[in-house]
Structures are given as C-alpha cells and as structure tokens.
C-alpha cells in the first residue's frame, strides 16, 4: 500500500511554454502533498505544501506564480511550471501523507523536466 | 533554523566492509526521522524510520539506524556492504512546525561499493 504514481516521468518543453506534473495517491487518501526539487547531485529541496482543497504553502523563495500548485482532490495535486526557462529544468518529486500520525510521507518516481 | 547534517559526502568502500553514516540533526522539538536511498537513476525508497520505542531501528536490506536524543543524531549502519548498496543516502527529519508537518533533508551521502 501507499504507491504515489507522478506522470509524466519525463518532459522536454521549450523555452516559455507552461507544463504541468500530475501527482497521484493511488490506494490511500492523501490529505497533504509536498512538492520538491532536486538538482543533480544535490538533495531534495522542500518547494511547497499543499492539503486538499486549500492554498498551498510555498517555502521562502519559491515563486508561487511560477510554480502553480492545485490539490484539487484527497488523490490528486499537480504542480505547473509556468513560463518555463531551462533554469527550470529539475527532478520534480512529489510526496503524499495521510492524515494524523505518524505523519510518514510516500514519494512519488519523480519527473524529469528539460526546458530546451 | 532547524537543520539536517550528514558528515560524509562521498564515502569509498569495499565489499564487506563495515557502513556507519552520520546524521545530525538541529531542533528540540519532536521529529520522526528517516532514512532514505537513492540508487543510480531511481526514485527516493525508503530504508527505514524511528517514530518512537526502541531508539534502535532495523530497516530493509540489513541496514539499522540507531537514534540517540542526547546528541540529536540517528547515525545508519550496516555490518557488511554490498556492491549493490552503491547509492545515494539521505537522511531526513520530520518537523512538526507552522502547523503543518515538514520534511527536511541533509545533503546526502554518495556511497561506492567496489567489489
């Protein structure tokens, strides 16, 4: 149990156009979902939070109209990559957690972005 | 700010060696901490986690971490190395903070296991 699927796996986009990443709990109900970013050779880095149904909570420095972010549903959040620049480019993960304790997040395979 | 430390980058082993990784970790409050791997082109797996009880924590694949508050650290283990265990390894603590709960993750240590 608690599988996290991101689709796509990989995108190339170019220079200026907008993408957007599908997170997907598959056999819970993920009342919150994190979103990070992880640069080569780097760990992963907290971009935002987000729980069902409210406006999610960017960490300082992340630009929140760039990086869009809808949890529209207890299984689903997407994370929009507005505007892209090839500084975009990233391993995007996403994670999910039920509600209550113990609060352990499952995370998703990651998408590969390239902005061309 | 609160802070996750991992002592070593990169680490070289050879196969059977022993395997400590050092993590620290920075806040007083309560955390849940984890252990994570990374192998080469794969997604973030997890090795084990200490929520509460025994401060030792045996995880999949013979790894064991071993929590000790005192000195705010959850140091991973492995008695004899694998080839296969050639990966990334990351340590990560789970704050309770602004309401919501946060994970934040130490640099990672870059592993090598040459046969």
Known sequence: GAVVSQHPSWVICKSGT???IECRSLDFQATTMFWYR?????????MATSNEGSKATYEQGVEKDKFLINHASLTLSTLTVTSAHPE????????????????????????????? | AQSV??????????????????CNYSYGGTVNLFWYVQYP??????????????PLVKGIKGFEAEFIKSKFSFNLRKPSVQWSDTAE??????LFSGGYNKLIFGAGTRLAVHP
């Open chain 1, 18 to 20: 907008s993408v957007k």
């Open chain 1, 38 to 46: 992880q640069f080569p050779k780097q760990s992963l880095m907290l």
């Open chain 1, 88 to 116: 975009d480019s990233s391993f995007y993960i996403c994670s999910a957690s039920r509600s209550g304790p113990p609060n352990e997040q499952y995370f998703g395979p990651g998408t590969r972005l390239t902005v061309t």
């Open chain 2, 5 to 22: 430390s991992q002592h070593n980058h990169h680490v070289i082993l050879s196969e059977a060696a022993s395997l400590e990784l050092g």
């Open chain 2, 41 to 54: 082109g794969q997604h973030l797996q997890l090795l084990l986690k200490y929520f509460s009880g025994d």
């Open chain 2, 89 to 94: 390894y990351f340590c990560a603590v789970n």
